[in-house]
T-cell receptor, first 116, second 109 residues
Framework: GAVVSQHPSWVICKSGTSVKIECRSL??????MFWYRQFPKQSLMLMAT?????????EQGVEKDKFLINHASLTLSTLTVTSAHPEDSSFYIC????????????FGPGTRLLVL | GQNIDQPTEMTATEGAIVQINCTYQ??????LFWYQQHAGEAPTFLSY??LDGLEEKGRFSSFLSRSKGYSYLLLKELQMKDSASYLC??????????WGAGTKLIIKP
């Protein structure tokens, strides 16, 4: 159990385009989903926390208008990188947690974004 | 502030035992997690400790001392596939995960 999928696993796009990444909990209802970014050889950086049906909470320094998060259902959250630039190239990882706040977060396999 | 400390890198020999330490200072405590992350992949959950003591799960064990703000992950009978980064994360009073920078474990034959 506790499987989280992400799609796509790889994205290469031109500068200025928008990219949407989907995160799905396959066998449990994810009340809360988290979006992380990780640059090579660096630690995970939490970008935002989203609860189903409400607006995401963004970490300091993360532009909410650039990284749009939609958590429309208990099994799906999407991250849209708007007007992507080369500096947005990174490894984006989502994680999902069930209904109880102390529950374990399970990670999706991640999405590699390369902006040319 | 909130702080998680773990060694940056460790080296061990195949078949041996290695202990990865983690110390923390957080606003509140709702459990400590260990994750494994292979290069280029997302983290995978290893263990969760919320009470003091040792939790054993196969070749991996995790220990917690809340009074000392200390945990360790013990890996026995090391295999080459155990080469990875090991992330320590503490859930604070707001149920937010505070992440350590990770310990890169290198296994040598």
């Amino acid at each position: 159990g506790a499987v989280v999928s992400q799609h796509p696993s790889w994205v290469i796009c031109k500068s200025g385009t928008s990219v949407k990444i989907e995160c799905r909990s396959l066998d449990f209802q994810a009340t809360t989903m988290f979006w992380y970014r990780q640059f090579p050889k660096q630690s995970l950086m939490l970008m935002a926390t989203s609860n189903e049906g409400s607006k995401a909470t963004y970490e300091q320094g993360v532009e909410k208008d650039k990284f749009l998060i939609n958590h429309a259902s208990l099994t799906l959250s999407t991250l849209t990188v708007t007007s992507a630039h080369p500096e947005d190239s990174s490894f984006y990882i989502c994680s999902a947690r069930g209904g109880r706040e102390g529950e374990t977060q399970y990670f999706g396999p991640g999405t590699r974004l390369l902006v040319l | 502030g909130q702080n998680i400390d773990q060694p940056t890198e460790m080296t061990a020999t195949e078949g041996a035992i290695v202990q990865i330490n983690c110390t923390y200072q957080t606003s509140g405590f709702n459990g400590l997690f260990w994750y494994q992350q292979h290069a280029g992949e997302a983290p995978t959950f290893l263990s969760y400790n919320v009470l003091d003591g040792l939790e054993e799960k196969g070749r991996f064990s995790s220990f917690l001392s809340r009074s000392k703000g200390y945990s360790y992950l013990l890996l026995k009978e090391l295999q080459m596939k155990d080469s990875a980064s090991y992330l320590c994360a503490v859930m604070d009073s707001n149920y937010q995960l505070i992440w350590g920078a990770g310990t890169k474990l290198i296994i040598k034959p």
